[in-house]
């Protein structure tokens, strides 16, 4: 570690606890990707045309990413992170060329993979102006950053910090960080596509589906199949499959409500969990994430690829008494049949298809 590192993690302790007064609260390690997040990453990419742009958050000498497109990372060292100087300065920067910036030159995706040139950071404060995470843009290439794209920038940087300690909104997700540590939500955390995977799924299907029943409210399950996933990984290798796979986990998070809870439960399988909803509105859900996955390809190196989805849905309607294992089985029942009829369809728990 470079005095400047040990500087920086000797400067970052001594504020701290000021920062886990806030962070407790939003406990962000190891929580999947959230509808209102990615929109503003998604935007950000479009607005300051830069393919990786991210919504990070600082705690224990690590940095998370809440967001981030175009880059395979979840959480880095401190030490690793382009961040450092926003984080210890607490003021926006804007670097047009990496390798002339006496701090980024020697970081190690400057360096090496990615091999970032223009980096843009905006520090999130707290409401006691403690810095705890950060909204970045990056690129490859370098960058001029002229008076529209600074306006861009820290109008964005404004929303991720007003969107981050936003305290109306209580979803599945913050009932679930609340109610486990960082360990336990870690063990139910899928890395790759930055969901819930089969056990968090799980769980809260059967809280869930008991709060139904003592309240007698409406669930509905959606199971998903990514159509001819092993052709893509055949075809193009696993890389893009794994590409594949997170490109598709954050259409679904885009294309549900806020609310709704999405697990990735197999290779290539996924479930949607929907609250108070009646059995046409749990199909407009179902038909908004299929026409999501056919609108958005991902494109490599190589080729554009088309995605398309089977799904099935069965329903707790209000009087029912189903088990979680009798929910599940009626959704695996109605995707078998989806694909069976040819794919790229949606059926019902029922002998009638829509």
Not at 109 to 126: E, L, S
Not at 238 to 260: C, E, M, W
Request: proline share 3%.
């Amino acid at each position: 570690m470079t005095d400047s590192d040990s500087s920086f993690e000797k400067d970052f302790a001594s504020t701290e606890t000021l920062q886990l007064t806030q962070l407790d609260r939003l406990d962000p390690f190891y929580t999947p990707l959230e509808q209102r997040f990615e929109r503003i990453t998604r935007l950000a990419r479009r607005a300051l045309s830069v393919p990786v742009a991210a919504i990070t958050i600082i705690q224990d000498g690590r940095q998370w990413f809440k967001s981030v497109t175009n880059w395979s990372v979840t959480e880095l060292p401190l030490s690793e992170s382009l961040c450092a100087e926003v984080i210890r300065n607490g003021k926006p920067a804007f670097i047009a060329d990496t390798l002339d910036d006496l701090y980024l030159m020697s970081n190690p995706h400057v360096c090496h993979g990615p091999k970032f040139r223009f980096y843009a950071g905006f520090p999130i404060k707290d409401a006691d102006g403690q810095v705890v995470g950060t909204f970045c843009a990056m690129d490859v290439k370098t960058h001029e950053v002229d008076e529209q794209f600074e306006t861009a920038f820290l109008d964005l940087g404004e929303m991720a910090q007003r969107e981050l300690f936003s305290s109306d909104l209580r979803t599945a997700h913050a009932e679930l960080v609340n109610k486990l540590g960082e360990s336990r939500r870690q063990a139910m955390f899928d890395a790759l596509t930055r969901l819930w995977n089969r056990r968090g799924g799980m769980h809260l299907l059967r809280s869930t589906l008991e709060a139904a029943q003592k309240h007698d409210h409406t669930i509905g399950v959606i199971s998903i199949d990514l159509d001819d996933f092993k052709s893509i990984n055949d075809r193009f290798g696993h890389p893009v499959g794994d590409q594949v796979l997170r490109k598709i986990a954050s259409t679904f998070v885009s294309a549900v409500r806020p609310n709704d809870v999405v697990s990735r439960v197999g290779g290539d399988e996924f479930m949607v969990m929907v609250k108070d909803v009646d059995a046409r509105a749990c199909f407009t859900i179902a038909n908004r994430i299929a026409s999501s996955v056919r609108e958005n390809p991902v494109r490599t190196r190589q080729a554009t690829v088309p995605l398309s989805v089977s799904i099935g849905i069965a329903m707790r309607d209000q009087g029912d008494e189903l088990t979680m294992e009798a929910m599940l089985e009626k959704a695996d029942q109605a995707l078998l049949r989806s694909k069976s009829q040819g794919k790229d369809r949606i059926s019902f728990d029922t002998a009638d298809d829509s």
